[in-house]
């Protein structure tokens, strides 16, 4: 496994397995395939409803805790110091877990300053390891870490061939905030996984598109947390570190950027409107 260093030190893996839209049925199934496979870090939200899953596996998997690097993020509806605090101690208590690798902010959204307060006390106190933000575009972004004590470690924002995030980055490299990707493979959407390109580039190193995909984030110094509901499909995720991508093959990658969502614009003043009414 390969890491990154985030802005206080702390080591996080650099591919991770993400379980959103993992069944709270299903999720303690898979993320038990995904510690068996080799993934120590695991990206969850009390969002996706699957936290206690996720806590069962780790629980139960007789690897060290200290092994894991576990991540949870702050929904909108629990948004402001004292919701914020409340929730906390719920996520700790369902992951059954007494701290968090990362704590992030799901959703620019609500007030998040003072959410932001209440991880940068958690931090403070030890029930935080590293704390950040998601879904913050630049804007926003620049405004928090601007003002706030604790630097955001980590942004987890929507990246992958078809977004590689060029102009955030600058300014996430600025503020020593380290990227993380959700949606590595675009869930599959632009028919990624049959990309020419990417399959071409597969050809030549005996590996899949889904592959090419993570390696290039990976390259370009980006953490991934690919999400498979599927045992072998995790293995193939996994197995992205004994190859390496020539800068010809990153620069053909790198054209494939539209600079743009393939899901949402939280600018967007209707898809705020959705987002604040999800999970309510
Ligand atoms: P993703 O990882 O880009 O794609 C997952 C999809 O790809 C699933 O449909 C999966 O199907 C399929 N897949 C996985 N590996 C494959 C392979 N090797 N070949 C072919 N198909 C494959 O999408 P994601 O789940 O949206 O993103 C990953 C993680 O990022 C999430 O689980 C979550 O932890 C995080 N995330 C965060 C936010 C946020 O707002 N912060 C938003 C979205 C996601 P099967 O399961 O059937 O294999």
């Known amino acids: 496994m390969e890491y990154v260093t985030l802005n206080n030190g702390v080591k996080m893996p650099a591919l991770g397995y993400g379980v959103y839209l993992v069944s709270p049925e299903e999720c303690e199934r898979c993320v038990s395939d995904a510690i068996e496979t080799g993934y120590r870090s695991i990206d969850t939200a009390q969002a996706y409803f699957n936290e206690e899953g996720v806590g069962r596996a780790v629980a139960r998997?007789?690897?060290p805790r200290g092994e894991f690097f576990l991540t949870t993020k702050i929904w909108i509806s629990n948004a402001g110091y004292d919701k914020a605090r409340t929730s906390i101690a719920e996520s700790l208590r369902k992951l059954r877990t007494d701290?968090?690798?990362?704590?992030?902010?799901h959703q620019p959204f609500g007030d998040y300053y003072g959410t932001y307060r209440a991880m940068e006390e958690a931090y403070m106190s030890g029930l935080a390891r590293a704390i950040g933000l998601s879904n913050f575009y630049p804007d926003r972004f620049v405004d928090l870490a601007h003002f706030c004590e604790i630097k955001p470690a980590v942004n987890q924002v929507e990246t992958h061939v078809f977004q590689q995030q060029k102009a955030a980055r600058a300014y996430l490299r600025k503020y020593n905030t380290q990227i993380e990707?959700?949606?590595?493979?675009a869930r599959?959407?632009?028919?990624?996984?049959?990309?020419?390109?990417?399959?071409?580039?597969?050809?030549r190193h005996g590996k899949t598109a889904a592959q090419i995909a993570l390696r290039f984030l990976l390259q370009s110094k980006v953490v991934v947390i690919p999400k498979s509901t599927r045992r072998e499909r995790m293995a193939e995720n996994f197995a992205v570190f004994d190859f390496s991508l020539s800068e010809a093959e990153m620069r053909e990658i790198e054209a494939l950027d539209s600079g743009k969502s393939v899901f949402i614009n939280h600018q967007d003043p209707e898809s705020v409107e959705w987002l604040l009414t999800r999970f309510q």
Not at 188 to 203: A, C, D, K, R, Y
């Open 188 to 203: 599959g959407e632009n028919n990624l996984f049959s990309n020419p390109v990417l399959t071409g580039i597969g050809g």
């Open 99 to 105: 701290y968090l690798d990362l704590l992030l902010i």
């Open 61 to 63: 998997c007789g690897v």
């Open 181 to 185: 990707s959700w949606s590595p493979f």
